[in-house]
């Protein structure tokens, strides 16, 4: 612990003089408050690359609110569609907007979302010329990222073990590189490139390098034909019944938050080796109508098996994107999967109505495993998903929902609802039902699981201004399964309760308490039989931020678990933010120190914390002990921007971290994170 504390104080003491420089913190500090709302109740896989990306490109390139679509202004990430809609109307009724206080005056749109909105945006006159193709090709903007992240520690899997063979192929540190280019809306273009700690480098079986390829070409050639993608990209469509790819947003901080916006397609940037399409689609504007077309195939990895009387088949779908060992490059790639598919929509002036149609086949049958938990689940080569989806947006109300039904006959439906009910009191309501056997691999609704099946539930949520500076947000969300799942022994049901007050006495400083309930029925093994059982999460927060000065940001939080299943268990995670931004130096600076103790996994504790561009580190808190990290940007010209981050977990009464092969030796884990990039 004293080393650790030594190299945080190393470099944060020299930085402190210059606190009395300080003006104000540049935008991307708002980008990182931004996402730190969205995805920090998520786990440790939660990728939302696709929002910095959006709010990066705004940075460069603001948008004019008075020329903004309602799926640009959606790619903001703060305004939801009845925000988005009424500022619309506004611009229809009282023609341009001119200032960023004029906005005040639009209905749903408070002075904290205009102080968010305000690095993203400007105000230019509603008539403007259509580029030329030369000045598109001319003022677009190449952008070069080199990013390499590793765990300094020898992990098992990279020992050479008693038979004389090392486990993973390659090395222990993560490469990745991506080029892209960008012309506002009219034309993106990149290629990314990926290779994961312990897969092969320019050797077995990688000899072209880097493990995972992912390449897009994106052109807008008219205001009919908005966009045609060729190589890889992601649909999303309606409330995700039936296609949503890539982050999904569910339940979080923000109570009111339960209609999906951001939707369509969209060129694929990120480096998950699974959530996308690769292939061609296209997007028609007629019209208040809107016509979609798509059609993918790639190779997935899966567990492929053998019998007489079916042939080839597979049993699952792998999702890590891991090819280190043996047994995963023999599920790399492992079997073709081809979707296909078309959505149309008409807008009129408060109404939106959607329909969709997906055909997915795969080159050998799907038979998942013989358990009872599998027996409504999908079995075959081909699918076919239909829906309907539908939003109605009027003042301070908004009305949504999609059904679905898939080949097996399953049926799915969402329905939903929003209302401002008075300035001071904001209401959302959402019911949702998912038949056991319906059937849409790409799905991804608002849901308790991770998919649309064998669920219905109904969730509430609220937001209240009682007194001035003082914000009550609360959710309840009730939800049942009436088959078996993986985690139970029957029929089971679940409920979350969720209360945060935000208190903001000044500019400088404010605090939210948090209080979340989380109890659902999970198999424990109970007198020599599974059974279901209660299982509880009660997590009580407390989180203080305060600002002395323009360039400096403390943070400091209190967290603590409660876990009931068989035994009861506690938890408890402390720590320390400190960031600093000088205005006189092009640098960002993060540093944390956490003290936690859990009892075991079971109460363990999650927390956000800065990480490199388009990366996000959500790492699990668990077992004695204190985890620190420093986190520097440096800004070394215009066009070039460089990154470091390390990051240390020191554990008590242990001797090894970590499980199988990514077991480690000790009681220490550091990583180190790198990235560069070059913009021109």
Request: proline content about 3%; charged content about 20%; glycine content about 8%.
């Amino acid at each position: 612990m004293g080393q650790i504390s030594k190299y945080i104080l190393l470099i944060l003491l020299p930085g402190m003089p210059l606190l009395i420089q300080g003006q104000i913190q540049d935008s991307r500090t708002q980008i990182e408050a931004i996402i730190e709302s969205v995805v920090e109740d998520l786990e440790e896989d939660a990728d939302a690359a696709l929002i910095v990306e959006d709010l990066e490109r705004y940075i460069v390139n603001p948008l004019n609110i008075n020329t903004a679509t309602h799926n640009q202004l959606s790619r903001l990430h703060l305004l939801n569609d009845i925000q988005i809609m009424n500022l619309i109307e506004y611009r229809e009724k009282y023609g341009e907007i001119l200032t960023l206080y004029e906005m005040n005056s639009v209905d749903g749109i408070n002075p904290d979302i205009l102080l968010k909105l305000k690095p993203f945006i400007f105000f230019c006159p509603l008539q403007q010329e259509p580029r030329k193709l030369s000045d598109v090709l001319q003022y677009g903007r190449h952008e070069f990222l080199i990013r390499s992240t590793g765990t300094l520690q020898v992990s098992k899997g990279y020992k050479e073990s008693e038979d004389g063979v090392t486990p993973y192929k390659g090395n222990r540190f993560r490469y990745y590189t991506r080029y892209s280019y960008n012309s506002g809306d009219d034309i993106s273009a990149g290629i990314t490139a990926e290779k994961d700690p312990g897969e092969a480098f320019f050797a077995d079986p990688n000899h072209y390098g880097f493990d995972f390829y992912s390449a897009h070409l994106n052109i807008r050639l008219s205001p009919v034909v908005q966009n045609i993608t060729v190589g890889d990209f992601v649909v999303r469509n309606g409330q995700g019944i039936v296609l949503w790819q890539g982050f999904s947003m569910g339940k979080s901080g923000n109570s009111l938050n339960v209609s999906k916006t951001n939707q369509g397609i969209r060129p694929y940037t990120s480096n998950d080796e699974n959530q996308f399409f690769r292939g061609a689609a296209t997007s028609l504007k007629i019209g208040d109508s809107r016509f979609s077309f798509f059609f993918s195939k790639k190779n997935r990895d899966g567990n492929l098996s053998f019998s007489d009387s079916v042939g080839t088949y597979f049993t699952s779908l792998q999702s890590t994107g891991y090819h280190r060992t043996n047994s995963e490059i023999d599920d790399k790639n492992s079997f073709g999967d081809l979707n296909a598919g078309i959505m149309g929509s008409r807008y009129l002036r408060h109404l939106k109505v959607g329909v969709i149609f997906l055909y997915q086949q795969f080159e050998f049958p799907l038979i998942p495993s013989e358990q009872l938990y599998n027996r409504f689940s999908f079995k075959g080569q081909q699918n076919l998903t239909g829906g309907a989806d539908y939003l109605f947006t009027k003042g301070k109300y908004q009305v949504f929902g999609e059904t679905a039904v898939s080949k097996s006959g399953g049926k799915a439906a969402l329905q939903g609802a929003t209302a401002y009910l008075h300035d001071r009191i904001q209401l959302s309501v959402l019911f949702r039902h998912f038949d056991k056997h319906y059937h849409s691999l790409w799905a991804a609704p608002f849901a308790e699981s991770s998919s649309a099946t064998n669920e219905t539930g109904l969730y509430t949520g609220v937001r209240i201004l009682p007194v001035k500076y003082v914000t009550l947000l609360a959710y309840s969300d009730f939800y049942r399964s009436e088959w078996i799942k993986y985690t139970t022994a029957g029929p089971s049901n679940g409920c979350d309760l969720y209360v945060q007050a935000d208190v903001r006495p000044s500019s400088r400083f404010q605090f939210y308490i948090r209080y979340k309930n989380e109890e659902k029925d999970r198999k424990f093994r109970i007198n020599g039989k599974n059974e279901n059982h209660p299982e509880q999460y009660r997590k009580s927060r407390i989180h203080f931020q305060y600002n002395p000065t323009e360039i400096l940001i403390l943070k400091s939080r209190v967290e603590f678990v409660q876990y009931t299943g068989l035994e009861k268990e506690n938890g408890i995670v402390i720590f320390q933010d400190i960031q600093l931004a000088p205005a006189r130096v092009p640098l960002n600076f993060s540093t944390r120190l956490a003290w936690f103790n859990t009892d075991s996994y079971n109460s363990r504790i999650y927390a956000y914390e800065n990480d490199l561009l388009y990366t996000f580190a959500i790492p699990t808190y668990f077992g004695n002990g204190f985890r620190s990290y420093v986190y520097l940007k440096y800004k070394l010209g215009e066009k070039t921007e460089f990154w470091l981050k390390l990051a240390n977990d020191l554990l008590k009464d242990t001797d090894s971290l970590g499980s199988g092969y990514n077991t480690i030796t000790g009681n220490k884990k550091t990583e180190l994170k790198f990235q560069l990039r070059l913009k021109i």
